[in-house]
């Protein structure tokens, strides 16, 4: 984590910023028409799931039909959240593609072992062989939406992903065990989308905008190809996992490793993203129209997000964290944010608790699953006194429903303030104290405010200043950062 300042990614500059206003008219018709199509296909599933799989033959063409029209919508929900301006649209259909992803991944595993149980001696090896294909691919899914919603994990995601990969490439303990080939010459094989869901689990898709799932998703099965998983450890190697039911993890050191796990890294797609970056530049400043400069655009971001976290030297924590523990009163959202500024009771309050400090960040734990990553909240001790503002950088929720929170200090003196461009007044949070000459950091409500370029007038420190426009600003859930400098 940082010090206050600027958040670190996404960082947008004013053009970018300026686009990102005209999309909000994105097809908010196709977002609820989505959402119902993956209710009425979660329906469908839990009615499959009352069943009894006594025709496996039967069950197994209904199952596969489904898989085939779910993985369709989720295809056009990754097309939708690239059009998505406000994060706070793009949460349902996160969760909605996470959930359907983990049921339909209880219902493959279903049927693959009424398969392997022989019932009524039936023993297809073409049917378990296909069920398992489905099975990996569907799991790869559920890792991508798990990470990129903030959890819950599944409990057994990592372990049938396992057995699966195990099974279809040979137990290495066994005569006829085979190695991962180098090269994968297609993605419908079980080992293309296990290492698939490997490659996602490290690429921090916690961190990723909803808008680049559909670019990152598509470099990151470019990949597969490149990247490295070999049975034993090799220099370079960033993770492991035993396929035996681990869950993956980082390589920190050789000692920790156990017996029978595999080793990971991004091998050559490193070099391959930072080829494809110089010639993404290079499109964003030649566009033929403006729907191919925001697509080089969101390209060029997912190229800088995998690139940042997929280096030899990935982002490590600047400070170390000391282990401090406490309860802190916690408002979430711009909104409520301003009404506890005017003094207004009455509001919604959690509590959540310290777990560690840092130099410009702490940890907490929330009790509920409602806190997601970008997200602007308001805390304080419960026994102290003074509001600060910080920034959610991570957000993992637990199979009990807590809420494992990575928190950005942007401010620790927010002030509530009156700004004017002109056109409209607005009442923004200042994270700086207003000196001549010096920046300043405003938070307001997405798309309070006009164009970014426009100078802005606050009343402070006794009269009306004039704020410079400066080359930065963030979008976060429902607020906008803007920095100017106070002349």
Same mark, same amino acid.
């Given at each position: 984590?940082?010090?206050?300042?600027?958040?670190?990614?996404?960082?947008?500059?004013?053009?970018?910023?300026?686009?990102?206003?005209?999309?909000?008219?994105?097809?908010?018709?196709?977002?609820?028409?989505?959402?119902?199509?993956?209710?009425?296909?979660?329906?469908?599933?839990?009615?499959?799931?009352?069943?009894?799989?006594?025709?496996?033959?039967?069950?197994?063409?209904?199952?596969?039909?489904?898989?085939?029209?779910?993985?369709?919508?989720?295809?056009?929900?990754?097309?939708?959240?690239?059009?998505?301006?406000?994060?706070?649209?793009?949460?349902?259909?996160?969760?909605?593609?996470? =959930?359907?992803?983990?049921?339909?991944?209880?219902?493959?595993?279903?049927?693959?072992?009424?398969?392997?149980?022989?019932? =009524?001696?039936?023993?297809?090896?073409?049917?378990?062989?296909?069920?398992?294909?489905?099975?990996?691919?569907?799991?790869?899914?559920?890792?991508?939406?798990?990470?990129?919603?903030?959890?819950?994990?599944?409990?057994?995601?990592?372990?049938?992903?396992?057995?699966?990969?195990?099974?279809?490439?040979? =137990?290495?303990?066994?005569?006829?065990?085979?190695?991962?080939?180098?090269?994968?010459?297609?993605?419908?094989?079980?080992?293309?989308?296990?290492?698939?869901?490997?490659?996602?689990?490290?690429?921090?898709?916690?961190?990723?905008?909803?808008?680049?799932?559909?670019?990152?998703?598509?470099?990151?099965?470019?990949?597969?190809?490149?990247?490295?998983?070999?049975?034993?450890?090799?220099?370079?190697?960033?993770?492991?996992?035993?396929?035996?039911?681990?869950?993956?993890?980082?390589?920190?050191?050789?000692?920790?490793?156990?017996?029978?796990?595999?080793?990971?890294?991004?091998?050559?797609?490193?070099?391959?993203?930072?080829?494809?970056?110089?010639?993404?530049?290079?499109?964003?400043?030649?566009?033929?129209?403006?729907?191919?400069?925001?697509?080089?655009?969101?390209?060029?971001?997912?190229?800088?997000?995998?690139?940042?976290?997929?280096? *030899?030297?990935?982002?490590?924590?600047?400070?170390?964290?000391?282990?401090?523990?406490?309860?802190?009163?916690?408002?979430?959202?711009? =909104?409520?944010?301003?009404?506890?500024?005017?003094?207004?009771?009455?509001?919604?309050?959690?509590?959540?608790?310290?777990?560690?400090?840092?130099?410009?960040?702490?940890?907490?734990?929330?009790?509920?699953?409602?806190?997601?990553?970008?997200?602007? *909240?308001?805390?304080?001790?419960?026994?102290?006194?003074?509001?600060?503002? *910080?920034?959610?950088?991570?957000?993992?929720?637990?199979?009990?429903?807590?809420?494992?929170?990575?928190?950005?200090?942007?401010?620790?003196?927010?002030?509530?303030?009156?700004?004017?461009?002109?056109?409209?007044?607005?009442?923004?949070?200042?994270?700086?104290?207003?000196?001549?000459?010096?920046?300043?950091?405003?938070? *307001?409500?997405?798309?309070?405010?006009?164009?970014?370029?426009?100078?802005?007038?606050?009343?402070?420190?006794?009269?009306?200043?004039?704020?410079?426009?400066?080359?930065?600003?963030?979008?976060?859930?429902?607020?906008?950062?803007?920095?100017?400098?106070?002349?």
């Amino acid at each position: 984590m940082r010090g206050v300042g600027v958040p670190q990614e996404p960082i947008i500059a004013r053009s970018q910023a300026g686009r990102a206003t005209a999309r909000a008219g994105a097809d908010y018709a196709k977002l609820s028409e989505l959402l119902r199509e993956l209710r009425a296909l979660q329906r469908e599933l839990a009615k499959l799931s009352r069943q009894d799989a006594t025709d496996l033959g039967s069950h197994h063409r209904v199952i596969a039909s489904l898989e085939e029209v779910i993985n369709g919508c989720i295809a056009r929900v990754r097309e939708t959240l690239a059009t998505l301006e406000d994060r706070r649209d793009c949460r349902p259909l996160l969760h909605a593609a996470r =959930d359907i992803s983990g049921a339909l991944l209880d219902q493959l595993e279903r049927c693959l072992n009424a398969y392997g149980a022989g019932r =009524d001696g039936v023993l297809e090896r073409n049917a378990i062989a296909d069920l398992r294909l489905r099975l990996v691919r569907v799991g790869a899914e559920r890792v991508i939406w798990e990470r990129c919603s903030g959890g819950p994990p599944h409990p057994h995601l990592w372990q049938w992903l396992g057995m699966a990969f195990m099974h279809a490439e040979g =137990d290495r303990s066994s005569s006829t065990a085979r190695p991962v080939p180098v090269v994968m010459p297609s993605e419908e094989s079980v080992a293309f989308h296990y290492i698939r869901a490997l490659a996602a689990c490290t690429a921090s898709l916690d961190l990723l905008a909803p808008q680049l799932l559909v670019a990152v998703d598509r470099l990151l099965r470019l990949s597969v190809p490149v990247v490295r998983f070999e049975p034993e450890v090799f220099e370079g190697a960033t993770h492991f996992v035993d396929p035996h039911g681990g869950v993956p993890r980082r390589l920190v050191g050789i000692s920790e490793t156990a017996a029978g796990a595999w080793f990971f890294s991004p091998g050559l797609a490193s070099e391959m993203f930072r080829e494809a970056k110089g010639r993404a530049i290079a499109d964003t400043q030649s566009p033929v129209s403006p729907a191919d400069a925001e697509a080089s655009t969101l390209h060029l971001r997912a190229l800088e997000h995998l690139l940042r976290h997929w280096s *030899v030297a990935p982002p490590v924590r600047r400070h170390r964290r000391h282990v401090m523990t406490g309860t802190l009163a916690a408002v979430a959202g711009i =909104d409520e944010l301003r009404r506890v500024f005017r003094g207004e009771q009455g509001g919604r309050r959690d509590e959540w608790q310290l777990r560690d400090l840092s130099r410009g960040g702490l940890g907490a734990v929330a009790a509920n699953g409602a806190v997601c990553v970008d997200q602007l *909240v308001g805390i304080h001790p419960v026994d102290g006194q003074g509001w600060q503002l *910080v920034l959610v950088r991570r957000a993992w929720a637990q199979e009990e429903g807590a809420t494992h929170l990575g928190l950005e200090v942007l401010s620790h003196k927010p002030v509530l303030a009156h700004v004017d461009d002109g056109r409209r007044p607005a009442e923004v949070l200042l994270c700086d104290p207003l000196l001549r000459g010096e920046a300043v950091r405003i938070i *307001v409500p997405l798309r309070a405010l006009g164009a970014p370029t426009v100078p802005l007038f606050v009343t402070g420190n006794g009269s009306v200043q004039k704020l410079k426009p400066l080359d930065a600003s963030y979008t976060g859930d429902g607020f906008e950062l803007r920095v100017y400098q106070v002349l």
